[in-house]
């Protein structure tokens, strides 16, 4: 009887640990959604990242006219994968802004220049400040902003072809 008294520690551990490991590797979640949409977006200025291109304003976001808002990186993958989507939807007429989150203006330039600028403006962002308050929880993450200025739809990821018509649709809802 003692002999097994001694083992109950490990046994209790190796159960908590074996509980642990399979509730974090099968999340019920997997992406963190936002808990400003609805909400409108919070006051803001973000200073202009290139001289040709303003800088980002929550102003401007609340000008009667629905907005794309894309929360980029030059330095990010998936952020290159998402330029032709982005592309796609500035050349269907949807005015595109900007937040570029802890990156620098040569960068920037660089990725431009090699995947193409559907930005009407871009937004520097070095500290995340705005970005958090936003809601977004990482690179490259969209928004869909009515011309009242608030969020009405988020998309976590790159957007791809696939995701296009879904966008469309959430957009002329706004529109309408």
């Known amino acids: 009887m003692k002999t097994w008294l001694k083992w109950l520690p490990f046994i209790g551990f190796a159960a908590c640990f074996l509980f642990f490991r399979l509730a974090l590797s099968h999340p019920e979640n997997t992406v963190v959604p936002s808990k400003q949409i609805g909400k409108a977006l919070p006051e ?3 200073p202009a990242v290139l001289p040709d291109i303003a800088g980002v304003n929550s ?3 609340k000008n009667g006219q629905p907005h794309f808002l894309n929360i980029f990186a030059s330095w990010c993958l998936p952020c290159a994968e998402e ?9 269907a007429g949807i005015p595109i802004m900007a937040i570029a ?6 960068d920037i330039t660089r990725f ?3 995947y193409g600028n559907p930005y009407q403006a871009i937004g520097i962002d ?7 308050a936003i809601g977004s929880s990482g690179v490259p993450e969209s928004f869909l902003v009515d011309g009242q200025g ?3 739809y988020q998309h976590i990821g790159a957007v791809t072809e696939k995701d296009l018509p879904q966008l469309m649709s959430i957009w ?3 529109t309408a």
């Open 44 to 46: 803001f200025q973000l």
């Open 59 to 61: 102003r401007e976001l």
């Open 83 to 91: 330029s032709g989507s982005l592309m796609a939807i500035h050349e």
């Open 101 to 106: 989150i802890r990156d620098k203006p040569a």
């Open 112 to 114: 431009l220049n090699r």
């Open 126 to 132: 070095q500290g995340s400040q705005i970005q958090l």
């Open 150 to 152: 608030v969020i009405r």
């Open 172 to 174: 002329r809802q706004i």
